[in-house]
């Protein structure tokens, strides 16, 4: 099993930044992938990004330019900075990991992007 714990969530005004963290324990060897998606009301989940544990990086089309993912391997943490923050990411943000292509979720954080 893999535990996931996100902070970094909050309220933030458009053109703003947060950095979302995701630390995983428990069993932790061979994750492949981690990443993020989002959730906003009425909306399906959604990809926001992902790493491999080769550090190949997928982006959605919507945050491309704005927004990074990293991936710390010793921490076992990946993280999200978003930048130029529009009110269209106002969302519920979804820790993810892969392994063994067995999928595990964090338990949400919300991103408010609002004047």
């Known amino acids: 099993q893999v535990q996931l714990v996100e902070s970094g969530g909050g309220w933030v005004q458009p053109g703003g930044s947060l950095r979302l963290s995701c630390a995983a324990s428990?069993?932790?060897?061979?994750?492949?992938?981690m990443g993020w998606y989002r959730q906003a009301p009425g909306k399906q989940r959604e990809l926001v990004a992902h790493?491999?544990?080769?550090?190949?990086?997928k982006y959605a089309d919507s945050v491309k330019g704005r927004f990074t993912i990293s991936r710390d391997n010793v921490k076992n943490t990946v993280y999200l900075q978003m930048n130029s923050l529009k009110p269209e990411d106002t969302a519920v943000y979804y820790c993810?990991?892969?392994?063994?292509?067995?999928?595990?979720w964090g338990q949400g954080t919300q991103v408010t992007v609002s004047s």
């Open positions: 993810y990991v892969e392994r063994y292509s067995v999928g595990y």
């Open positions: 428990g069993s932790i060897f061979s994750i492949y992938k």
């Open positions: 790493i491999t544990s080769g550090s190949s990086t």
